[in-house]
């Protein structure tokens, strides 16, 4: 009989954020009945002070290092950053990442036992759309919180609007208030782009559902499912692609395929949404292409 094996799941973030969860689905879809799956939550987006990150990454790597799993499976960058790094980076332990956004260089991978699937959003496809629904629109605002994620998450859009002639204007905030000031000054914008509100203090999406109403003037653009309640127009990445593929990869290395034949790649799925409510307000009319493709967002609004 073959021996039960066991992998470790650590997310950067908690149960509830809808990411987080979506990738959690995904791993458990493909692990159930697989592996003996242990799972530890750093939340790091509810807990932002450094010291409690290395902290927090201190305690999980010491009983990681207890279970001695087959295979550690981390998500997002904080996981990368202060727990693979420091502790599991070129060691004896397979490493399986998801989640994290863009490039993973700055993490030194791929490393010797480390392999993974990076978070790629579907960019340049909101730009060239938003600049068509915009008549050429030339001005963005990019409206998110003030954390690792969504700094590394905006550069890429500055970048990438940058080889389209567009310019996009950061507002990172803190809080709910400091929000809707930033969405308040969006007057001159041609769209506006929200980034994730993990992170925000006193985050309550239902409350702002009325203020968006009353100020939706100009098309809103976001890459989060989550954030459809107060967006026209969504392009979405799906967290689950992150997780099955990750529990995916790990049944193999598990198998007997070593590590170094699984290279790094991205994401490759993605949806769009439109929100019909909200974009009858704003009196903006989507292409009947893009309407043939978007998902119908109905709920909320």
Not at 110 to 118: D, E
Not at 156 to 180: C, G, H, R, T
């Given at each position: 009989?073959a021996?039960?094996?066991t992998?470790?799941y650590v997310?950067?973030y908690?149960?509830?954020?809808d990411?987080?969860?979506?990738v959690e689905?995904?791993?458990?879809?493909?692990?159930?009945?697989?592996c003996?799956?242990?799972?530890?939550d750093m939340?790091?987006?509810?807990n932002?002070?450094?010291?409690y990150?290395?902290?927090?990454a201190r305690?999980?790597?010491?009983e990681?290092?207890?279970i001695?799993p087959?295979?550690l499976?981390?998500?997002?960058?904080?996981a990368?950053?202060?727990?693979?790094v420091?502790?599991f980076?070129?060691?004896?332990t397979p490493?399986v990442?998801?989640?994290?956004?863009?490039t993973?260089?700055?993490?030194g991978?791929?490393a010797?036992?480390?392999?993974g699937m990076?978070?790629?959003?579907p960019?340049r496809?909101m730009?060239?759309?938003?600049?068509?629904?915009?008549e050429s629109g030339?001005?963005g605002?990019?409206?998110g919180?003030n954390?690792?994620?969504e700094?590394?998450?905006?550069?890429y859009?500055?970048?990438?609007a940058?080889?389209m002639?567009?310019?996009?204007e950061?507002?990172?905030?803190?809080d709910?208030q400091a929000w809707?000031?930033?969405f308040e000054q969006?007057k001159?914008?041609d769209?506006?782009?929200?980034?994730s509100?993990?992170?925000?203090?006193?985050?309550?999406?239902e409350a702002?559902?009325?203020?968006v109403?009353?100020h939706?003037d100009?098309?809103?653009?976001?890459n989060?499912s989550w954030?459809m309640?107060?967006a026209?127009?969504?392009?979405?990445?799906?967290p689950?692609e992150q997780?099955?593929w990750?529990?995916?990869?790990?049944?193999?290395?598990h198998?007997?395929?070593p590590?170094?034949?699984?290279?790094i790649i991205?994401n490759?799925?993605?949806?769009?949404?439109?929100?019909?409510?909200l974009?009858k307000?704003?009196?903006?009319e989507?292409?009947k292409?893009?309407?043939?493709?978007?998902?119908k967002y109905r709920?909320?609004?």
């Amino acid at each position: 009989m073959a021996r039960a094996w066991t992998c470790v799941y650590v997310s950067s973030y908690h149960k509830g954020y809808d990411w987080s969860d979506g990738v959690e689905r995904g791993l458990r879809t493909v692990l159930e009945g697989q592996c003996d799956l242990i799972q530890f939550d750093m939340d790091t987006k509810r807990n932002k002070d450094e010291s409690y990150k290395i902290k927090k990454a201190r305690e999980i790597a010491f009983e990681i290092k207890k279970i001695r799993p087959d295979v550690l499976i981390t998500s997002d960058d904080n996981a990368a950053k202060y727990l693979v790094v420091p502790y599991f980076r070129g060691g004896n332990t397979p490493v399986v990442f998801c989640g994290i956004n863009w490039t993973v260089q700055e993490y030194g991978f791929p490393a010797s036992n480390v392999t993974g699937m990076i978070e790629v959003a579907p960019v340049r496809p909101m730009l060239e759309w938003a600049h068509k629904l915009t008549e050429s629109g030339t001005r963005g605002v990019y409206i998110g919180a003030n954390t690792l994620t969504e700094k590394k998450d905006y550069n890429y859009f500055s970048k990438a609007a940058a080889d389209m002639n567009i310019e996009i204007e950061p507002m990172l905030v803190d809080d709910q208030q400091a929000w809707k000031s930033a969405f308040e000054q969006t007057k001159e914008a041609d769209f506006v782009i929200l980034g994730s509100p993990s992170g925000i203090e006193n985050w309550d999406k239902e409350a702002l559902l009325p203020f968006v109403r009353a100020h939706a003037d100009k098309l809103i653009l976001t890459n989060y499912s989550w954030m459809m309640p107060l967006a026209m127009l969504g392009f979405v990445k799906i967290p689950e692609e992150q997780g099955e593929w990750a529990a995916k990869t790990a049944v193999a290395i598990h198998e007997g395929v070593p590590i170094q034949r699984m290279p790094i790649i991205a994401n490759r799925k993605w949806e769009v949404y439109e929100n019909i409510s909200l974009l009858k307000l704003s009196g903006i009319e989507i292409t009947k292409t893009l309407r043939a493709r978007a998902k119908k967002y109905r709920q909320g609004l």
